[in-house]
């Protein structure tokens, strides 16, 4: 029989079978009704989404978008990381990862190192190098030119190509600072000049780092020193202006709310709106411009012209060289040796609630990113079931975070990613930077 819990407002489904269907929260029905008419949830929908206790509800919805999105493909790549350095002027209290100049296992890599990694990297077959340092506070400009550089034309060399996804927004202000071309009064010229100088050099895409939890309260108190949230957002402005995809983060489970998480994808999914009407997407009344209206093509087809429904579009023809945000990645916090190293950090629950929330309040993100490194390799699996369609890849050494405290050597191979993805129900694709298919044979590949 239904029942009403007044205080939660909570209402059983009638009883199927012997054992019911569990506690449905109605009160996500009308979540549910404005997920499926494509519409944009708001910041209390999203309050509700963390607040029901029916998370089954919440992860069947969110898997409900990402089948819409992409159906049953779930997409890895075959990448490389390479941590440039660990050398930061910045001590923020959640990160393991920085060392001062002199500490006992500070590292600055030479371009020899680099190149060693690449042909590594060409001999794995990647498709990718991902490279993000600390703020270094006495490398020159020219350090990281050349090091795109070397990664770019050490690749062709070798009969390969390698994308290069690099720097976050954090660092391009840095980089900017260094080059005495960031001026308070003016710090979008600066942005820019560094991100065309970058470009030029074969960079080809912005990681998500460094966007932490866009609110001035957690700023202050966990990584004061770093840049706020409205200059993150001119870089990944100044990026897609100049023709380069970008993803973000949100990294979550430490001092922070629930509702300032919330707010944090509010704003991603502003910045993404207007990045879709550069792309020449019409956005719906109230400017919000959802990828889950009926008849929308993803960005990424939009941008190669092989989208088949017509685009609602603003204006024509398309900018070609406009970018866009590809893919939310949300961090879970990792205490260990950081310090924050009293805080529990965020348990398994909260992590695949935050995942399918995350699906379901960007909905204007093309793919959802279930970093396996911090996730896990089977939770990747549950979260490719609430809302992912991203694992990321092979990866290889990674020094931000490391699970279980153990090193830096953190590789899977082609076949476990394929296989986790098998298991969870999904086709495994895969996948460039820019998120075309990738044909492959042996490590020779090329995009379709
Ligand atoms: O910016 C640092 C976070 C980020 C900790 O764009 C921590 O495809 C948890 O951005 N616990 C770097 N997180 C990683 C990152 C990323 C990773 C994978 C793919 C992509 C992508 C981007 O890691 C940092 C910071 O937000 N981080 N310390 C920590 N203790």
Sequence with gaps: MATVTAASGLMDAPAEGRFGRGHRDRRLDAVREKVEAGERLSLADGELLYATPDIWGVCEMADGVRRLLHGDAAYYNVNRHLNYSNVCALSCKFCEFYRKQGDEGAYTRDLEYVKEEVRKAVAGGATEMHSVGGLHPYLPFEYYTDLVRTIRETARGLGSELHVKAFTAVEIVHLAK????????DRVAGIRWVLE??????????????????????????????????????????????????????????IEERRERLVHMDMLRRAQDEALSRLGYSAAEGGATTLTRPGTPLPEHVAFGSASAPLPIAQSPLPSSAGYFQTIIPLPFFPDGSELEHLPGPAGLENLRTLAVSRLMLDNFPHVKAFWIMQTLPMAQLMLQSGADDIDGTVVWYDITKVGGTSTHQEVNVWTLQKAIREAGFEPIERDTLYRRVIRDGNAWHVE
């Design 178 to 185: 260094i080059a005495r071309v960031y001026k308070a009064a």
């Design 197 to 254: 100088r970058l470009k030029e050099a074969g960079l080809g895409s912005l990681p998500g780092g460094g966007a932490e939890v866009f609110d001035d309260r957690v700023h202050d108190e966990a990584y004061k020193g770093k840049i706020r949230s409205d200059v993150w957002l001119d870089v990944h402005r100044v990026a897609h202006e100049l023709g380069l995809n970008t993803n973000a983060t949100i990294l979550y489970g430490h």
